[in-house]
């Protein structure tokens, strides 16, 4: 089946196959044709003598039930029969619904104009959209990048994928043993994407010991610049003060003013002390207590990249600790 999936892997359809093809691989033909996936659409009108090696193209004729043509190269009058002169067509709809069939894709969110997006991906510890993209160039559409996470299946290659949440599955990796009724088997498959919405391994950061800790305008300083954090919503050359500050920075600084310090267990400052969601919410422009705590596991997670043991709690009230070694 290798040999379909190289040939439908082309942007522009219809994709037609000749009689060859099906004397060729008559096995998977047959299963294609039974699918609905290749039919028969049409008949050649000429064709190549296949008594000589002349390149010419005789026209194909038709009288009292009888096919042939007439090679006017010496061989004469040769007769046809209705298989040698039938053309096949691939289906796109048919082959995208025999892949959600075979794959056990959920279908009840794709309409009728979708044509890449193919199905629900239900596993055991993970959910996706499946995405069929038919050339290894193509893409989902705009509105369809915001579903995380999400497959993107192609014929055969691969697709430049390094994303924790989109996984990437080649057809030709995944076929079915070609004395099986499918074409496809869902259990390679379910395989091939099983890592995907889960982070990939990455190196442990390299924990840095706290010595000292200060805020400058927006950028956090830690051991006198061995390690900086900034706060700035932008990139831009604009003198800080003329940009505007973030949400995240904004929650931030409202913590800062009253965190606490710890060394040893002990807590080392006397003005420490908690802050309330509520003011967090005010203070940051912030609408709900989940857009907060999505803040907060942002500033949390950059102090674990940098291997910073420095972190905010959640909750009625909140709090952020900075432990000094």
């Known amino acids: 089946m290798q040999w379909f999936l190289e040939r439908i892997n082309t942007p522009t359809l219809p994709i037609s196959f000749g009689s060859g093809i ?77 892949l959600a069939d075979e794959l056990g894709l959920k279908t009840s969110g794709v309409k009728p104009r979708d044509t890449r997006y193919i199905g629900q991906y239900q596993g055991q510890k993970t959910s996706a959209k499946v995405f069929y993209l038919r050339t290894n160039e193509e893409s989902v559409r705009d509105g369809d990048l915001g579903f995380r996470p999400r497959v993107l299946v192609s014929n055969t290659g691969t697709i430049g994928v390094d994303e924790d949440d989109v996984s990437h599955c080649a057809l030709s990796e995944i076929l079915a043993p070609s004395s099986d009724k499918n074409i496809f088997d869902k259990t390679a498959f379910a395989k091939c994407i099983s890592h995907v919405g889960r982070p990939k391994n990455k190196p442990e950061p390299i924990k840095i010991k706290v010595k000292s800790v200060r805020l400058d305008g927006r950028l956090l300083i830690i051991n006198n610049g061995q390690e900086t954090i900034s706060f700035n919503s932008t990139n831009s050359e604009e003198r800080e003060g003329d940009i505007p500050a973030s949400k995240t920075f904004k929650v931030f600084n409202l913590l800062w003013a009253d965190h606490y310090e710890m060394k040893d267990r002990a807590i080392t400052n006397r003005n420490g002390k908690m802050t309330s969601a509520a003011n967090l919410m005010r203070v940051g422009g912030i609408p709900t207590r989940g857009a907060l705590y999505k803040q907060i596991d942002r500033i949390n997670a950059r102090f674990a990249e940098k291997g910073l043991k420095i972190k905010i709690s959640k909750g009625e009230k909140c709090k952020l600790t900075v432990y000094f070694e």
């Open 22 to 98: 099906k004397l060729k691989y008559p096995g998977d033909f047959s299963k294609l044709m039974k699918k609905g996936v290749l039919k028969r659409a049409a008949n050649l009108s000429e064709t190549e003598c296949g008594h000589c090696y002349d390149e010419r193209l005789w026209q194909i004729r038709e009288d009292n039930g009888e096919i042939f043509y007439i090679c006017q190269n010496g061989c004469g009058k040769l007769i046809l029969n209705d298989e040698d002169v039938a053309i096949f067509e691939y289906n796109d709809a048919k082959f995208r619904q025999l």
